[in-house]
């Protein structure tokens, strides 16, 4: 069986970033990623999600198209949604070293259980 492209750009994955254009100038960026997934550890059944990013960024800002497939990475996870989400800003803060990040997971709905996760980051001043 052939690997698909975007199995191998998945596969590869990591958070590439850039030079923050504004270094020193406090500013926000949202990202919103309605199409989240992964698995649940204890069924196997999917979980859906919408991930919402917010962060001020420091030195860099992490580019659209990596966070786009770091999140993808997840679909075949067999992770909880408080895993992933916390695994999320885990990998975020090493990746960007923001100044402050938070990130919440939304999932949709399942037997009748509708769960959101919620985490937050804050560089030290030390």
Known sequence: MTTKYGEEAIASVRLTTFPNPRPGRIYNVHITLP??????????YPDFAT????????????????????INSYRDRFISHEESVNQILDDFVAAANPLSVHIKGDFNPRGNVHTVVEVNYEKSTE
């Open 35 to 44: 199409e989240f997934s992964c698995k649940c550890p204890f069924s196997g």
């Open 51 to 70: 991930i919402y990013l917010s962060y001020v960024p420091n030195e860099v800002l992490v580019e659209l198209k990596a966070i786009k497939l770091y």
